[in-house]
Each structure stands twice: as structure tokens, then as C-alpha cells.
């Protein structure tokens, strides 16, 4: 079966400076992935997602992630944060159900991001 | 903007009674999911449904049950809920064949309290 896997409980960061969220899966075959992020008392948000392509993919709010193939990992980045960013935020991979092949996605644990003023 | 509307945001029920979370969707996806989210363990897949009628078991589908009934309507069952199910119950949807990798869209949840 398809996992992430998200290192850091929380991700303590000063407004401005560059964040970082780390995510590391574990697939067979080729991976698509996604970020998802959960303000307080919201559902999920989807931010972005790799299939395939660049290896740099560019979502919403300013974020991004960066696939690694060769250390299987697809972090998060923003080059500058906000107060605002601060939140759940979700790593998830497709997988499939066996036999029917019906997809579905597997999420990590979370991080929680703190951005300081 | 695809809706997602869960029809609690906070639910307080007894241990034995028979529950319904109901998830409904605007935007005519073909999939619906219901999972519940523990700290520590993130989202955790219940069921889901890739049709009307249809549905599949997800990693933890002990305890309950589902209707889909109607293509935007997917109904989460807690048969005779127990403490242990206490949770947040998120709903999501998506479009696509066959379950889909395609990102879902979620609910803003239901926190289900069991005393």
C-alpha cells in the first residue's frame, strides 16, 4: 500500500521568513500527491498536486512543493510566511483498493505550522 | 466553487443510539468519502462511494454504515454508537471515474460527541 509520511508534529516559523513542511512517501509505480491544508474548525483545503512534470509545482496562497524522486519526498515551501499560514497542513497519495483498482488517498499524520509575528 | 455541506457542525448523542451524518454536494461528483480525523492519526477513510447505490469499505468501516441514495447526497451511519467514535466526521467529494485521483473537496465537518 501507497503511505506518506510527515516527519514534524509542528513547524515553528517567524513572519517573513521561508517555511518549510516536510513529506515523504512510499509508493510502488509512479506517486501523485497533494498538500491539503485545515484551518481551525474547517474541512480541508486542497493547495496543490504533482502527477508528473516539473518537478516544482506552484499552488494556491503562494505555496509550493518540490518533488524529489531520489529521496522520495515532497515538501512544502513558501518563501515568505504569514501570521495567516498558520494551520493544519496535510500530505496525502493516491492509492488503490484491492482488486476493485479504485482509488482513493491516503493522508499523513498533519504538521501544524505556527507563524509568528 | 464546488459546496460541501455537512448538515451538523456539533452533534452530542448517547451511547446505543442510532446516528445519521448527512453530506450533501453541489456539484455533481461522482464520488463521495466519509472519514473521521483523530490527532495524531490524521484522516482515516470510512467508506466511500463512486455511484449511486454503490459504495466500498474504506480502512475502518467496523461500526458503520452508508446511504447514497441520490447522486449528491451520501448519508454516514454510526449503527449504535459507542464512545470510541467520538471523533470529527469529515465528508468530501470528488469527480472522476472509479474513486479518481483527482483532489477532493471537503465539508467544514461535524465534531460528534458519544456520552
Known amino acids: 500500500a501507497q503511505s506518506v509520511a510527515q516527519p514534524e508534529d509542528q513547524v515553528n516559523v517567524a513572519e517573513g521568513n521561508p517555511l518549510t513542511v516536510k513529506c515523504t512517501y512510499s509508493?510502488?509505480?509512479?506517486?501523485?500527491l497533494f498538500w491539503y491544508v485545515q484551518y481551525p474548525n474547517r474541512g480541508l483545503q486542497f493547495l496543490l498536486k504533482?502527477?508528473?512534470?516539473?518537478?516544482l509545482v506552484k499552488g494556491s496562497y503562494g505555496f509550493e512543493a518540490e518533488f524529489n524522486k531520489s529521496q522520495t519526498s515532497f515538501h512544502l515551501k513558501k518563501p515568505s510566511a504569514l501570521v495567516s499560514d498558520s494551520a493544519l497542513y496535510f500530505c496525502a497519495v493516491r492509492d488503490y483498493l484491492v482488486p476493485t483498482g479504485f482509488q482513493k488517498l491516503v493522508f499523513g499524520t498533519g504538521t501544524r505550522l505556527l507563524v509568528s509575528p | 466553487d464546488v459546496k460541501v455541506t455537512q448538515s451538523s457542525r456539533y452533534l452530542v448523542k448517547r451511547t446505543g443510539e442510532k446516528v445519521f451524518l448527512e453530506c450533501v454536494q453541489d456539484m455533481d461528483h461522482e464520488n463521495m468519502f466519509w472519514y473521521r480525523q483523530d490527532p495524531g492519526l490524521g484522516l482515516r477513510l470510512i467508506y466511500f462511494s463512486y455511484d449511486v447505490k454503490m459504495k466500498e469499505k474504506g480502512d475502518i468501516p467496523e461500526g458503520y454504515s452508508v446511504s447514497r441514495e441520490k447522486k449528491e447526497r451520501f448519508s454516514l451511519i454510526l449503527e449504535s454508537a459507542s464512545t470510541n467514535q467520538t471523533s470529527m466526521y469529515l465528508c468530501a467529494s470528488s469527480y472522476g471515474a472509479r474513486g479518481s485521483g483527482q483532489p477532493q473537496h471537503f465539508g467544514d465537518g461535524t465534531r460528534l460527541s458519544i456520552l
Open positions: 504533482y502527477i508528473t512534470g516539473d518537478n
Open positions: 509508493v510502488s509505480g509512479n506517486p501523485y
